[in-house]
């Protein structure tokens, strides 16, 4: 069973940066792939970033390649998502999930997660 819990939403002006952490409880943390997704108003919750359960592979969508960085801290049982040149398309409520124990390859869609937290929401205004 893993536990996750989000943190570091808030609002913040366009072209600024925030930072998210997800903190995990159960020791499948650190042999799980993990994601973080988002959900915006009206829309469906999509892949933004992906991390293999060693680090050794991200992967990002198209829209925040070159500005998002997904890394891990698995003595801290952390997964973060550094945000930075934010844009107001980047307003939703954030996710971390992780795949499940044994499962170490980025996948895309949202089925092959076991486990969510509960979200964070970042506002970005123009």
């Known amino acids: 069973q893993v536990q996750l819990v989000e943190s570091g939403g808030g609002l913040v002006q366009a072209g600024g940066s925030l930072r998210l952490s997800c903190a995990a409880s159960?020791?499948?943390?650190?042999?799980?792939?993990m994601g973080w997704f988002r959900q915006a108003p009206g829309k469906e919750r999509e892949f933004v970033a992906g991390?293999?359960?060693?680090?050794?592979?991200?992967d990002y969508a198209d829209s925040v390649k070159g500005r998002f960085t997904i890394f891990r801290d698995n003595a801290k049982n952390t997964l973060y998502l550094q945000m930075n040149s934010l844009k107001p398309e980047d307003t939703a409520v954030y996710y971390c999930?992780?795949?499940?124990?044994?499962?170490?390859?980025?996948?895309?869609?949202?089925?092959?997660?076991?486990?969510w937290g509960q979200g964070t929401q970042v506002t970005v205004s123009s």
């Open positions: 159960g020791r499948t943390f650190s042999m799980s792939a």
């Open positions: 999930a992780a795949r499940g124990l044994g499962y170490s390859d980025i996948v895309y869609d949202i089925r092959n997660y076991a486990y």
């Open positions: 991390l293999s359960w060693n680090g050794g592979s991200t």
